[in-house]
């Protein structure tokens, strides 16, 4: 099963790279919920950000803030939604967040 998730993220990060971003919600959406994981949720809100459906993203972002919050990628997810909402404030926290837990990665 881990090999399963492994190759399904690979695939993932294919479509991203072509911008089939819309395939990879259609691909995320279609699996049972026992087989999500915050990988998997990341990418989905990272899609949904990648679509323009800002509002949607930082939703489904917000689903595995407890278990991400303190992540480089969680953080520069949630701050890409806010700032595309316009919602400046929330946008700043998140990415000063993200420069704090790696400032080199910026």
């Known amino acids: 099963m881990k090999i399963l998730k492994e190759e399904l993220l690979e695939k993932i990060e294919r479509l ?3 911008e089939k971003y819309q395939e990879i919600i259609d691909l995320i ?3 049972p919920a026992e ?3 915050t990988d998997l949720i990341g990418q989905l809100g990272r899609a949904y950000n990648n679509v323009e459906n800002y ?6 972002l ?3 803030e407890f278990e991400e919050g303190h992540s480089l990628l969680w953080n520069w997810r949630t701050g890409y ?3 595309f909402l316009a919602d400046f404030v929330n946008a ?3 990415f000063l967040k993200a420069y704090e837990l790696d400032p080199d990665d910026n």
């Open 35 to 37: 087989q999500l994981n």
């Open 62 to 64: 917000k689903t595995i």
């Open 16 to 18: 991203h790279e072509l």
């Open 55 to 60: 509002a949607k993203g930082l939703e489904i």
């Open 81 to 83: 939604s806010y700032f």
């Open 92 to 94: 700043e926290k998140c």
């Open 29 to 31: 959406e279609s699996l």
